[in-house]
């Protein structure tokens, strides 16, 4: 059974970090590509981040270049989301998904397994 597990968000002040993780099981993460998305209340569900099957390739939506980096750890499963100089904009769930291939999407309907999201709060 294939099942993605977010973890590591919580409450922040402007201008903190925090590291997201997403842990895989049920399927051979080296075969897919991770992808990070985030929805804020009343918004559309968007893309954060993308990282290819083998590690090689990552992406970036505009807003966040320079300030996340994804992460990946075939051995251990794990793809990571480092979130640095956050904003109180960056408030959302977060959600990792998985699409089996070397294409990276940064559109949602490019998924097959999506977590079940965590809650990062940006807030003084």
């Known amino acids: 059974q294939v099942q993605l597990v977010e973890s590591g968000g919580g409450l922040v002040q402007p201008g903190g970090s925090l590291r997201l993780s997403c842990a895989a099981s049920?399927?051979?993460?080296?075969?897919?590509?991770i992808g990070w998305f985030r929805q804020a209340p009343g918004k559309e569900r968007e893309g954060v981040s993308c990282?290819?099957?083998?590690?090689?390739?990552?992406y970036y939506a505009d807003s966040v270049k320079g300030r996340f980096t994804i992460s990946r750890d075939n051995a251990k499963i794990t793809v990571y989301l480092q979130m640095n100089s956050l904003k109180p904009e960056d408030t959302a769930v977060y959600y990792c998904?998985?699409?089996?291939?070397?294409?990276?999407?940064?559109?949602?309907?490019?998924?097959?397994?999506w977590g079940q999201g965590t809650q990062v709060t940006v807030s003084s």
């Open positions: 998904a998985a699409t089996y291939g070397t294409n990276c999407p940064m559109e949602r309907s490019g998924y097959d397994y």
């Open positions: 049920g399927f051979t993460l080296d075969y897919y590509a």
């Open positions: 990282i290819s099957s083998s590690g090689g390739s990552a």
